[in-house]
């Protein structure tokens, strides 16, 4: 077992098609899906709508979710009943819904016993003058229905400027929504619950898609978050060092940019780690753009050496 411990689990993501997909996760991370409507790369995921499966060594040709209920040692033996966190890439060729995420206690309620989802976003890429929507305007929950209810978007929705290396955290009750032209690493619990609000009278397969008006009512936080709270940058980091950018009770999130060579000490119960530009190794094995691996719990000391661009995230323990 020792010797597993200090294997590398490399995933094989889950690629999902969506209304509002594109082709960057084909022509640039080279997915190999075909389409061009490929919303998200669940790149480490162990959900029952997207299980990742482990590439090689020991594991090979198992689910993440498996490895994880039958080697709990291997992710610090935590006390949760199923993997916690999921790393995304999403690219957005047209915008997302308005949409809002409960926290654990409704969705424990209202949706089968799921997690609720704190989730976070790194701007990996994106257009000049980008924007994102990041809160609302209502005053009180009154106003909030009211604006809902009467199809008052413009008044209602918040939208804030954004630039590439922005970080932003999403708690549950905020309104948000991905613009067309962004490419985005979204860490975030181990939960697909997403209440739409509004979502531009699209039609998919002839249909619109389902709203959860009341519900999203119900979770929305009022009044928002100021957007000094929402939007941080995170350039112009220390290289070659595992840069902390934001803990929460659910997750803690590191960028690190390798330049030459590094080394640090996994000393969290697990390290979710993606390659979001670049290439180099990882304890002497290669790595690239677009892949995303785990260094499990007692890893000890790790060796990266390239020219690449990480973000990696844990537990909060």
């Known amino acids: 077992m020792s010797e597993m411990k200090k294997e590398i689990l490399f995933l094989q993501p889950v690629c999902t098609h969506n209304i509002w997909g594109g082709t960057k996760l084909r022509e640039e991370f080279g997915y190999p899906v075909e389409g061009d409507d490929i919303g998200e790369c669940w790149g480490i995921s162990a959900h029952p709508n997207g299980d990742g499966t482990v590439k090689s ?3 090979a040709g198992r689910k993440l979710s498996e490895v994880f209920k039958e080697y709990p040692q291997l992710f610090g033996s935590l006390a949760y009943d199923r993997f916690p966190l999921m790393t995304k890439i999403i ?10 995420h409960p926290d654990d206690n409704y969705a424990r309620e209202h949706e089968n016993g799921s997690f609720g989802k704190t989730e976070c976003w790194y701007i990996m890429d994106c257009p000049q003058d980008a924007t994102l929507v990041i809160g609302h305007n209502a005053a009180s929950r009154k106003e909030l229905s009211d604006m809902i209810h009467g199809g008052r978007w413009k008044e209602f929705i918040r939208e804030i400027p954004v630039k590439k290396g922005d970080f932003i955290q999403i708690d549950p009750g905020t309104v948000h929504a991905i613009k067309g032209g962004l490419l985005i690493l979204e860490t975030q619990q181990n939960s697909d619950i997403t209440y739409r609000v509004y979502d531009y009278d699209r039609l998919s397969n002839g249909k619109p898609r389902e709203l959860h008006v009341e519900k999203s009512i119900d979770v929305i936080t009022v009044p928002a978050k100021s957007v000094e709270d929402s939007v941080k940058s995170v350039l112009g980091l ?14 803690s999130i590191f960028k690190l940019d390798v330049n030459g060579e590094t080394v640090f000490e996994q000393k969290y119960p697990f390290l979710m780690v993606s390659v979001l530009e670049g290439s180099g190794t990882v304890d002497g094995q290669d790595v690239k753009k677009g892949d995303h691996f785990i260094l499990p719990c007692g890893f000890g000391t790790v060796k990266m050496q390239g020219r690449m661009s990480l973000m990696a995230s844990t537990v909060t323990s």
Not at 91 to 100: F, G, P, T
Not at 238 to 251: D, R
């Open 57 to 59: 060594g020991a594991f």
């Open 238 to 251: 220390p290289e070659n060092t595992l840069n902390e950018l934001y803990a929460c009770s659910y997750y």
């Open 91 to 100: 690219d957005a060729r047209d915008d997302l819904s308005i949409q809002v």
